[in-house]
């Protein structure tokens, strides 16, 4: 890799994170265009049991997409005749991702084919005896396979036949025809997955490649760790893809402020943030260019606030959160209570002002969406205008200079429009904390303005 890395200030590093795919604020269209277009620059949307708010794949997906409908996904999927567009695999953990996505999870797929699953073991008896009903029968769920289990049901004591299925998913033999009361229904991959993206399996250098481009869209500034998140397949050639994306000129070396060596940025979004040459040496002190109106100039940018997942991909990658954003953040869900720092479920808040290069992480939120008394409960709320969010404190930067008002409105505006996706009619603040006591004031009051609001149509997300 020859030239010199491009420095950048920590404040420009993070705006050109906020403008890639994954980033905020995000502009799809709404309906399945915008879904399928997130998925497709998100790189993939993650799948999660939990429940207590909404499920990971619909949160992540509402924090972008004008009202996606709850049909969206199904429909992506083909189910009802259409084009399938969309397919759940898996990426660091189970997702939806694009289709063309298919071909490069093949050798991943080959490696369980060859290797087993390293969670679990399939019996060949029952896995071929699965895999013969799924072909006689057509597209079947686990309940299909009715099998009585006897003894302790731990976390992987599933019976036999979902075992099977599980394995025959994973070595892409079954793939997920859809999802129904959120339990999978598993169809031989030859009748779900288009013949335009069912191979051929992509080559080590192949796969590389698609690691970087599919980082570059997502991620818009990474690393080579942060382009392969808990990936094992396609990393023998990665250096050298790398080198080779370098020097056609798609990524440009960058020493983000404190952040150490070995970043690099899309250059499309390094150019258009950053004037003159990116290949000379300019400052750190650099505004990042934001939206323009239809006369060139440009457009302020209303302060918000967004309501994360702890999944969501923007962040699922901890390492690079706490690098990045000084975000030390960890899910609390499958620690002991008693040993919970903040709560059980923790929701990340971003906040980003007119300045997206001031964008931080300014509140965490622990809730529960009661759907009995359509109230969502903030068990938890904390704000703050400085430093760290975070249970243990730390960091030092500076409030925003706009002052504990926008930081209120904007997290009351998200917190009513969360809780409209609960389908919730009104929200219940149990613990607030602030380290301002001007922010704390400003917040009640307009939580205090915001009283009942109605609820989503049936089979609608709220915008």
Not at 391 to 399: K, Q, V, Y
Not at 402 to 420: Q, T
Request: charged share 25%.
């Amino acid at each position: 890799m020859s030239g010199r890395p491009v420095p950048l200030g920590i404040r420009e590093a993070r705006a050109l994170a906020l403008r890639a795919g994954a980033g905020f604020p995000p502009a799809y269209p709404a309906g399945p265009e915008g879904v399928e277009a997130a998925v497709r620059n998100l790189g993939f949307v993650q799948i999660d049991t939990i429940s207590v708010v909404r499920r990971a794949h619909e949160h992540i997906l509402w924090s972008r997409v004008p009202d996606p409908g709850y049909s969206a996904v199904p429909a992506l999927e083909g189910v009802g005749g259409g084009e399938r567009r969309v397919v759940e695999y898996w990426a660091h953990a189970a997702a939806y991702l694009p289709v063309e996505e298919w071909r490069f999870c093949l050798p991943r797929m080959e490696r369980i084919r060859a290797e087993g699953h390293e969670w679990f073991h399939a019996e060949p008896e029952v896995v071929s005896r699965v895999r013969d009903r799924v072909a006689a029968e057509g597209p079947l769920s686990a309940k299909d396979f009715q099998e009585p289990l006897s003894g302790p049901r731990g976390w992987w004591d599933w019976k036999p036949a979902k075992v099977a299925l599980e394995y025959l998913f994973h070595s892409g033999q079954l793939a997920c025809a859809t999802r129904r009361g959120f339990q999978k229904v598993y169809d031989l991959a030859e009748r779900q997955i288009p013949s335009a993206h069912a191979g051929p399996a992509p080559s080590e250098r192949e796969l590389a490649e698609r690691h970087l481009e599919r980082a570059a869209r997502s991620l818009g500034i990474f690393t080579k760790a942060q382009a392969v998140y808990q990936r094992k397949d396609g990393l023998a050639a990665l250096d050298a893809a790398l080198d080779a994306e370098v020097e056609a000129g798609n990524l440009v070396p960058v020493s983000p402020e404190g952040l150490g060596p070995g970043w690099f940025a899309r250059r499309d979004l390094l150019e258009s943030s950053l004037p003159g040459d990116v290949e000379g040496s300019g400052g750190g002190s650099r505004g990042v260019a934001g939206a323009t109106d239809s006369a060139g100039r440009e457009a302020p940018v209303r302060p918000r606030a967004f309501v994360l997942s702890p999944f969501d991909p923007f962040l699922i990658d901890r390492r690079r959160a706490a690098r990045l954003w000084d975000f030390s953040y960890t899910i609390e869900c499958y620690v002991p209570a008693a040993k919970r720092a903040f709560g059980y479920f923790a929701l990340p808040i971003l906040y980003v002002p007119e300045d997206p290069g001031r964008a931080r992480f300014a509140g965490l939120l622990d809730a529960k969406a009661d759907r009995k008394r359509r109230v969502l409960v903030l068990q938890r709320l904390r704000l703050t205008r400085r430093g760290s969010v975070l249970p243990g404190g730390g960091g030092a930067e500076a409030p925003d200079p706009a002052g504990p008002a926008d930081l209120a409105r904007a997290a009351a505006a998200e917190l009513s429009r969360f809780a409209a996706f609960q389908g919730a009619e009104s929200l219940e603040l149990g613990l607030l904390e602030t380290d301002d006591a001007r922010l704390e004031k400003a917040f009640r009051r307009e939580l205090s303005r915001i009283g009942r609001f109605p609820r989503p149509a049936p089979g609608r997300f709220p915008a």
